[in-house]
């Protein structure tokens, strides 16, 4: 079974240009989009340049006595795929969204930052993948807020409900952790 560990944080400020590797434009379209109150099954077909993938994610399920980091942990299975079959895919897909991706060279598992488009933006958010559930991690400074099991800003539920949809005081709640630029 392949898994993926992930913590995800909301980003402050520029600071995390100096470590980026790389950068790609990424168009996601989400064919399944279980709720959290499911398997959280997600079905995504997501294109970059010149090539695409189909990703199929769920939760494992869940012992009784798992600790609390149990839910950085999800089945990914994913598979590369024609970009004329992505291009259909994202034809059907009811729900979108764009993304500027960036790789990062940060220490401690694999890095990247999502810089929202569209009707998700100015959302920035870092991710990064880890060997193990409960692995030490030193976040940077910018990563003002952590994410992780926070349903409503998966990548499926903005899809689903971006952004600019929030009712206006969640919305500023969250991107005044953005705005405070001088605290840290």
Not at 40 to 57: C, D, E, M, N
Not at 77 to 103: C, M, N, T
Request: proline share 6%; net charge negative; glycine share 8%.
């Amino acid at each position: 079974m392949a898994l993926e560990i992930e913590r995800r944080f909301l980003v402050r400020g520029e600071q995390w240009r100096a470590h980026v590797r790389w950068s790609a434009l990424l168009q996601q379209g989400y064919l399944l989009a279980a709720g959290a109150a499911s398997t959280g099954l997600t079905v995504r077909v997501r294109r970059a340049g010149q090539q695409a993938w189909l990703t199929i994610k769920a939760r494992p399920a869940i012992e009784a006595g798992a600790p609390a980091c149990a839910d950085r942990v999800r089945q990914e299975f994913e598979y590369g795929i024609p970009l004329s079959d992505a291009e259909q895919l994202l034809q059907v897909a009811p729900v979108q969204l764009s993304k500027w991706r960036h790789g990062l060279d940060l220490p401690g598992g694999e890095w990247v930052l999502d810089v929202f488009e569209g009707a998700n933006a100015p959302l920035v958010v870092a991710e990064v993948e880890l060997a193990e559930p409960d692995q030490f991690l030193q976040v940077p400074d910018w990563c003002v807020l952590e994410l992780t099991g926070r349903h409503e800003l998966s990548n499926a539920a903005l899809a689903r409900t971006p952004l600019s949809q929030w009712p206006p005081d969640r919305r500023q709640d969250l991107l005044a952790w953005t705005a405070q630029q001088a605290l840290g």
